[in-house]
T-cell receptor, first 115, second 114 residues
Framework: EPEVTQTPSHQVTQMGQEVILRCVPI?????FYWYRQILGQKVEFLVS????????KSEIFDDQFSVERPDGSNFTLKIRSTKLEDSAMYFC?????????????FGSGTQLSVL | AQTVTQSQPEMSVQEAETVTLSCTYD???????LFWYKQPPSRQMILVIR??????QNATENRFSVNFQKAAKSFSLKISDSQLGDAAMYFC???????????FGTGTSLTVIP
């Protein structure tokens, strides 16, 4: 079965540094998402992306966050100036159609640790 | 506000037995979807089963079935003939038909005892 791949699997960074989390969605998928899970807490929606623009974002997704699809295959999440509370598992996901009507495929996540 | 509650942080089941994981949700929407996702140690989130709110019939996928009680806003997952490979974190999730995001519960960690 096709997979969403995320790199790196672990990322350690210093507070205030910029990080870029990378994702390769499934090739024929049109909708892309980022979710995060702080340890012991629920998985939270960050942003959805369709047709090269953000279609929906949560309150968490403030000006420190940005997403980009720099080429035909990658989908990135950038955090400009990381804070301690950004430490979490970040999941990328993709779907062929809108989230309710199609199966959502998740990657294995990137564990971000901000020191 | 849409919320999803999983009141059982941990559950265990004997291999070959049946276990039920609970999930309740709160919404004012009438048209929505409910999901159960499995997260094994590999950390990948895998869709287990999906239920459309407009369907009265409970969804089934092989050994996995749900008990969907719309009036009670309850959506439990039953795993029959539990296998060692079922051991994982299970997340209940909800989305509105017109939405782009899932709302997840906090998860239930399932242990399967050989």
């Amino acid at each position: 079965e096709p997979e969403v791949t995320q790199t790196p699997s672990h990322q350690v960074t210093q507070m205030g540094q910029e990080v870029i989390l990378r994702c390769v969605p499934i090739s024929n998928h049109l909708y892309f998402y980022w979710y995060r899970q702080i340890l012991g807490q629920k998985v939270e929606f960050l942003v959805s992306f369709y047709n090269n623009e953000i279609s929906e974002k949560s309150e968490i997704f403030d000006d420190q966050f940005s997403v980009e699809r720099p080429d035909g295959s990658n989908f990135t999440l950038k955090i400009r100036s990381t804070k301690l509370e950004d430490s979490a598992m970040y999941f990328c996901a993709s779907s062929e159609g809108g989230v309710a009507n199609e199966k959502l495929f998740f990657g294995s996540g990137t564990q971000l640790s901000v020191l | 506000a849409q919320t999803v509650t999983q009141s059982q942080p941990e559950m265990s089941v004997q291999e070959a037995e049946t276990v039920t994981l609970s999930c309740t949700y709160d919404t004012s929407e009438s048209d929505y979807y409910l999901f159960w996702y499995k997260q094994p140690p590999s950390r990948q989130m895998i869709l287990v089963i999906r239920q459309e709110a407009y369907k009265q019939q409970n969804a089934t996928e092989n050994r996995f079935s749900v008990n969907f009680q719309k009036a009670a806003k309850s959506f439990s997952l039953k795993i029959s003939d539990s296998q060692l490979g079922d051991a994982a974190m299970y997340f209940c999730a909800y989305t509105v038909v017109t939405g782009n995001q899932f709302y997840f519960g906090t998860g239930t960690s399932l242990t399967v005892i050989p």
